[in-house]
């Protein structure tokens, strides 16, 4: 079946940088294009950054362009989410998912806290 | 940007009741539009996609109706576990974007 797994989040202050990962497994996952959305405790649901299925467009979400770079390892079936110029509305749980029109499979978040 | 808009914000029911939850696209969106279920400290879950087909596994009492720009989920019977937060999201401008509404509520 299909699982995605997030790490890298955290406690991290304002302006400084954080790299989240993503491992995704129960999919031909070089098939697919890969996205990052969020939500910021008590909020709704934000689309962050997505990347093609073989890295060549990404897209990101107003908020975030320019700070936040999308990646992806075919090899190692893992999209990672290069964040900087961290901000304190950056604080929020952070989810992988594949880039589907709807969202059938989520990975748990990962959560990350940005706070001076 | 196609913008989302889901009313009521909270619903305030008892187990037992049916409860019918809307979604406005600020454009039309087809029958692109997904329904999600999110519970404390949890994933959002797909419950409805294509604006009325229901996923494999949630259960009948889940439904889905509308197109272009006016949608809605009908809970029947409502029963204690479907006590959570209700997300719609239009995917009709997909792979380019997609919006999520800003959610209903629904609690005792």
């Known amino acids: 079946q299909v699982q995605l797994v997030e790490s890298g989040g955290g406690v991290v202050q304002p302006g400084r940088s954080l790299r989240l990962s993503c491992a995704a497994s129960?999919?031909?996952?070089?098939?697919?294009?890969m996205q990052w959305l969020r939500q910021a405790p008590g909020k709704g649901l934000e689309w962050v950054a997505a990347?093609?299925?073989?890295?060549?467009?990404?897209y990101y979400g107003d908020s975030v362009k320019g700070r936040f770079t999308i990646s992806r390892d075919n090899s190692k079936n893992t999209v990672d989410l290069q964040m900087n110029s961290l901000r304190v509305e950056d604080t929020a749980v952070y989810y992988c998912?594949?880039?589907?029109?709807?969202?059938?499979?989520w990975g748990q978040g990962t959560l990350v806290t940005v706070s001076s | 940007e196609i913008v989302m808009t889901q009313f009521p914000a909270t619903l305030s029911v008892s187990p037992g009741e049916r409860v019918t939850l809307s979604c406005r696209a600020s454009q039309s969106v087809s029958s692109n539009l997904a329904w999600y279920q999110q519970k404390p400290g949890q994933a959002p879950r797909l419950l409805i996609y294509g604006a009325s087909t229901r996923v494999a596994d949630v259960p009948a009492r889940f439904s889905g109706s509308g197109s272009g720009t006016e949608f809605t989920l009908t809970i029947a019977d409502l029963q204690s576990e479907d006590f959570a937060v209700y997300y719609c999201?239009?995917?009709?401008?997909?792979?380019?974007?997609?919006?999520f509404g800003p959610g209903t509520t629904v609690d005792i």
């Open positions: 990347i093609w299925y073989d890295g060549s467009n990404k």
């Open positions: 129960g999919f031909n996952f070089g098939n697919h294009g």
């Open positions: 999201q239009q995917y009709d401008k997909w792979p380019f974007s997609f919006t």
């Open positions: 998912a594949r880039r589907d029109g709807y969202i059938p499979y």
